[in-house]
C-alpha cells in the first residue's frame, strides 16, 4: 500500500523559506513519478513541480513558471522522502500543498496522479 506523508508547511512572512517533506512508503522512487501540487482558497489545483527517471531519459525535473527559480524538488532515496524546498516566497504561494506520486498517462502524457498525501497548509503574509 502506498502512503504518502507531507510536513514542513506553516506560516511565514513574503521573502522567507519553508522545505516541505513528503515521506513515502510502499514503493521505490525508481518505480514511480512524484510531484508537488497546490490548491490556493477559492483557486483551482495546479502543479507546482514534478520528478521522474528513467534509464533512457536520466531524471526529468519540471517547474511552473511562477516558482522558477525560487522552488527546488529533490528526493533522498535513502530516506523515502521528496522535498521541496521553496524561498523568497510571495503571498501567491499561500495554498495547501500536496505530495503525489505514480502519474496516470493518456497518450503519452501525464494527466495525473494514483496517490496523494493529506496536505500541509503554507500561509505567506506580507
Known amino acids: 500500500e502506498v502512503q504518502l506523508v507531507e510536513s514542513g508547511g506553516g506560516s511565514v512572512q513574503a521573502g522567507g523559506s519553508l522545505r516541505l517533506s513528503c515521506e513515502a512508503s510502499?514503493?521505490?522512487?525508481?518505480?514511480?513519478?512524484m510531484a508537488w501540487y497546490r490548491r490556493a482558497a477559492g483557486k483551482e489545483r495546479e502543479l507546482v513541480s514534478s520528478?521522474?527517471?528513467?534509464?533512457?531519459?536520466?531524471?526529468?525535473?519540471e517547474y511552473i513558471d511562477s516558482v522558477k527559480g525560487r522552488f527546488t524538488i529533490s528526493q533522498d532515496t535513502a530516506k523515502d522522502t521528496l522535498y521541496l524546498q521553496m524561498n523568497n516566497l510571495k503571498t501567491d504561494d499561500t495554498a495547501v500543498y500536496y505530495c503525489?506520486?505514480?502519474?496516470?498517462?493518456?497518450?503519452?502524457?501525464?494527466?495525473?496522479?494514483?496517490?496523494w498525501g493529506q496536505g500541509t497548509q503554507v500561509n505567506v503574509s506580507s
Open positions: 510502499g514503493y521505490t522512487f525508481d518505480s514511480c513519478e
Open positions: 503525489a506520486a505514480c502519474a496516470f498517462y493518456s497518450g503519452g502524457v501525464i494527466t495525473d496522479y494514483l496517490y
Open positions: 520528478i521522474r527517471y528513467t534509464h533512457a531519459t536520466g531524471t526529468i525535473i
